[in-house]
Each structure stands twice: as structure tokens, then as C-alpha cells.
């Protein structure tokens, strides 16, 4: 969870061939981000930045825990603490049912359907919803321009933010945000209203860490804890009253969806239905480490490729984006920026 990718040419397959470089991106761009807004979506998470977007909805997800409605919620229904494993592959499964297949998919369809039946159980104030919603438009974005291989396109940033608004809507959210930029603020106003300590949340969070250590070499396991809490930033550390880990922390260890170890639609749901400031040696330590260990995560034969094989092309309802006034910013080389905190979430220095 939450590691350094350090793939610096990755190599995509477009049928029997290779994709170049900055082919897909040039794809994307061709696209209405409004009209085609899932199916850019897909191209970005399955081809462009599977690794990334995996590690950054793992972020998001974990930020949530520092609300403390949300994460006393967790705890008391105990899915995270007693079966962490479970409820990391319901949640998974379902949301990249909705990217691999789309919207109005029966197994689309259906994976909606479960989300809302295991949100109907509890009693989740709208606000919070709309919250994590937030999270997984702008934590993935910050993420990528912070460590991607090349910044997220302006289309791509539009696209993400309609699919999430669409996936909204049909959780039966009020009050969504209509751009990026307006995600974002309502993230970071509520972030800097709402996070807090509580003790329930706190288990979550450790629950969740020994989870993400239990996939790799039991040895690994403080190397890893370590890596982590390097890339929480200063809010989420004081939320859950975690020690600030040293400079050098621990390796970064890319992976895909190799974590998943079980799964399937109609069994998912409960019994009920950094300060980002690190030393750049620290973070060279990480590379350096990972770069060993990267052939470890292959050997289970399933490549990021694989993880979405249908086409996601239902094309969701317009919004009133202006692409042109945003211009989209530069791509990057294979080097690594190093993130530092904004208002509370990682962002490209």
C-alpha cells in the first residue's frame, strides 16, 4: 500500500504490439472528457497508470479513517478489524466492476446496487459521503503529479471528475461538486473541519497497515509499516497520533492487484448485507530497495494489464466543463518529483 513507483518505462500491449510511449495519451486527447469521461477513465487506470491509481484509491480510502465519524463507523462494525482482507477485496472488486464493464452493465449495475445495499445498513450523513467521494477524484490526481511517470492531462482530470460525479448520482449523493477544482476545495475544507483522533479510527488504521504488510516477507513487515507512514502527511499523522518516521524510512515496493486474493460480486459486503518534506535520500533509499524487490510481485503472472479486459463505454451525462480555458500541463520524463504537503494531500513541488 501506498509505495513509490519506480517504473520508469513502462510497457504497455495494444493487441500484438507495443504501445509507444505517449500513444494513449495522444488517444485520450482526441476524446470528449465529458462524453466519454469512463472510457478515458479506463485508459488511464488500466493502461496509462494502473500501479499509481491502485496505490492513491488505497490513500484515499485510508484518509477517511481521520474523520472520525467515519472511522469510529468502521470500527464498530468491525469488517476492518476482523476481516480486513474481505472488505479490501469487496471494495476492489466493486469499483472496478463499474471501470471494466461501465454504468449500465449488468455486472455494472449490479456492483452499484451492492454498494448501496452495504451503505443503506448504516447510518452515513451525506457530507461524509460526498467526502469520500472527493477523495477518490483528488488524492489519485495529487498522487500521479507527484510520482507518476508524466503528469495527469487536463482531459484525463476532467474525465475522472465526471465518472466520479456520475458514480455519485447513482449512490443517491446530494450536492456534488461539478469540476475538479470544486472537489478539491470541498476535500480540503472538510479535511481541515473534520479531522480528528479517535481511538476506534485508530485500529482501523492499524488494522489496515498490518494488512498491507501481511502480503510481503513477514521481515519486510517494519520496513514496510515505515514506507507507509512516510507518505501520510502531517494531518493524517496528528489524526491518528502516529510518530513521524524517520528520513530514510523504509523500502517503497511496487505491486499490482497481485494483493487481491478472492472475490466475487454477490459476496461482497459485511455480516449486515507524509508531510510529503522527505530528505531525497530517504527517498532514493526507497528506490533503491524497491528496485530489488520489483520482480517479486511479477511472478505471480498477473501484470496490471490484466486486471480490466472488457471495455467501459458507457459515456456519462455532460457537465459544464470549459477543457479549452484549462490548458493541460506538461508531460514529464522518467524522473520522480518529490511530493510535499498542500493543504493537507500530497502535491507535485
Not at 91 to 104: M, N, P, R, Y
Not at 126 to 148: E, H, Q, S
Not at 205 to 234: G, H, N, Q, V
Not at 258 to 269: A, D, I, K
Amino acid at each position: 500500500m501506498l509505495l513509490l513507483n519506480v517504473e520508469l518505462e513502462p510497457r504497455w500491449q495494444k493487441g500484438d504490439g507495443p504501445v509507444k510511449r505517449y500513444e494513449r495519451l495522444e488517444q485520450i486527447r482526441r476524446m470528449d472528457p465529458r462524453e466519454e469521461a469512463s472510457e478515458i477513465y479506463r485508459l488511464t487506470s488500466v493502461h496509462e497508470f494502473p500501479w499509481d491509481l491502485a496505490r492513491a484509491l488505497e490513500l484515499a480510502l485510508y484518509r477517511t479513517y481521520a474523520v472520525p465519524a467515519i472511522g469510529r463507523l468502521l470500527a464498530e462494525t468491525a469488517e476492518l478489524t476482523d476481516r480486513p482482507q474481505k472488505r479490501y477485496d469487496d471494495t476492489a472488486l466493486l469499483l472496478d466492476a463499474v471501470v471494466e464493464h461501465g454504468f449500465d452493465s449488468e455486472a455494472g449495475r449490479s456492483a452499484i446496487r451492492r454498494i448501496n445495499q452495504m451503505h443503506r445498513g448504516y447510518d452515513i450523513s451525506n457530507a461524509d459521503m460526498r467526502y469520500v467521494l472527493c477523495t477518490f477524484v483528488v488524492v489519485p490526481k495529487r498522487w500521479i503529479d507527484a510520482y507518476g511517470w508524466r503528469r495527469m492531462s487536463r482531459h484525463e482530470i476532467v474525465a475522472s471528475a465526471v465518472h466520479y460525479r456520475t458514480l455519485g448520482r447513482r449512490m443517491g449523493i446530494e450536492g456534488i461538486p461539478e469540476t475538479y477544482e470544486e472537489f478539491e476545495a470541498c476535500l480540503d475544507a472538510y479535511e481541515e473541519a473534520h479531522f480528528g483522533w479517535d481511538e476506534g479510527a485508530r485500529r482501523v488504521a492499524d488494522s489496515t497497515l498490518d494488512l498491507m504488510t501481511s502480503w510481503y516477507p513477514r521481515p519486510l513487515a517494519p520496513l514496510l509499516r515505515a514506507s507507509t507512514l512516510a507518505l501520510l502527511d502531517e494531518p493524517l499523522l496528528r489524526a491518528f497520533r502516529y510518530e513521524p518516521p524517520g528520513a530514510d524510512g523504509g523500502p517503497c515496493l511496487p505491486s499490482g492487484r497481485t494483493e487481491r486474493r478472492t472475490g466475487r460480486l454477490e459476496r461482497t459486503g459485511g455480516r449486515r448485507c507524509a508531510r510529503g518534506d522527505r530528505a531525497r535520500s530517504g527517498a532514493q533509499h526507497h528506490v533503491r530497495l524497491s528496485r530489488r524487490l520489483r520482480g517479486r510481485g511479477r511472478r505471480d503472472g498477473l501484470t496490471p494489464q490484466l486486471r480490466c479486459t472488457a471495455s467501459a463505454r458507457k459515456r456519462a451525462s455532460s457537465s459544464t466543463y470549459d477543457v479549452m480555458s484549462h490548458p493541460e500541463p506538461a508531460s514529464r520524463g522518467p524522473r520522480f518529483a518529490f511530493a510535499r504537503r498542500s493543504s493537507g494531500v500530497i502535491r507535485r513541488p
